[in-house]
Structure formats: structure tokens, C-alpha cells
Nanobody, 125 residues
Framework: QVRLVESGGGSVQSGGSLRLSCAVS????????TGWFRQVPGKEREGVGA???????TYADSVKGRFTISRDNAENTLYLQKDSLKPEDKAMYYC???????????????????WGQGTQVTVSS
């Protein structure tokens, strides 16, 4: 059974840093497409960063240079290091995974079929 569990959310001041973690189980992890998304009330879920099965990374323009996605295949854990946080980064953050082929872009939520429960990040100005 696939399970994704996020942790590491919280409150931070503008300019601060947080690292989110996502423990992934139920997959042969190194063959999984993984990503981080965020969502605020009333808006669609937005792709933040993703790691493809070949290990390549993709980032949304809004977070390039500030966020870093990585994963530890031995520990089956996905990370999102968030630096230089801004108030507009406040959102519920979700990790996602999929081993299925997709016709959608890697930062499109339609490319993923398994999701965590989310962790809240608040950034105060």
C-alpha cells in the first residue's frame, strides 16, 4: 500500500527557511516520479518542484533559486528545502508520487496519483 507522509511545516518569518520531508512507502522508490505542490484556499494546486525518474529536477519559476528538491532513495524520503521564504509562499504543501506514465508536464498535478495529507507553511512579513 502506497503511503506518503509529510512533515516539517510550520511558521517562519519572511526571509527564513524551512525543510519539508515526505516519507514514501509502498513504491520501488528510485523508479518513482515525485513532486511537491502547494495550495491556498480558492486556488488550484500549484506544482513547486519535482524529480523525474532519471533524477532530473524541475522547478516553478516562482521558486527557482530559493527552493531545492532532493530525495534520499535509501531512506525513501523526499525533501524540499525552502530558503528566502516570502509571504506568498504561505500554503498547504503536499508531496506526490507516481510510477505510471504520464502525458502531462511533471509539475502538473495530473501526473501524480498518490498524495500525502499536506503540511501547512505560514510565512509572516
Amino acid at each position: 500500500q502506497v503511503r506518503l507522509v509529510e512533515s516539517g511545516g510550520g511558521s517562519v518569518q519572511s526571509g527564513g527557511s524551512l525543510r519539508l520531508s515526505c516519507a514514501v512507502s509502498g513504491y520501488t522508490y528510485s523508479w518513482v516520479r515525485t513532486g511537491w505542490f502547494r495550495q491556498v484556499p480558492g486556488k488550484e494546486r500549484e506544482g513547486v518542484g519535482a524529480i523525474a525518474t532519471d533524477g532530473s529536477t524541475t522547478y516553478a519559476d516562482s521558486v527557482k533559486g530559493r527552493f531545492t528538491i532532493s530525495r534520499d532513495n535509501a531512506e525513501n524520503t523526499l525533501y524540499l528545502q525552502k530558503d528566502s521564504l516570502k509571504p506568498e509562499d504561505k500554503a498547504m504543501y503536499y508531496c506526490a508520487a507516481s510510477s505510471r506514465r504520464t502525458m502531462y508536464a511533471i509539475l502538473n498535478s495530473a501526473s501524480y496519483n498518490d498524495w500525502g495529507q499536506g503540511t501547512q507553511v505560514t510565512v509572516s512579513s
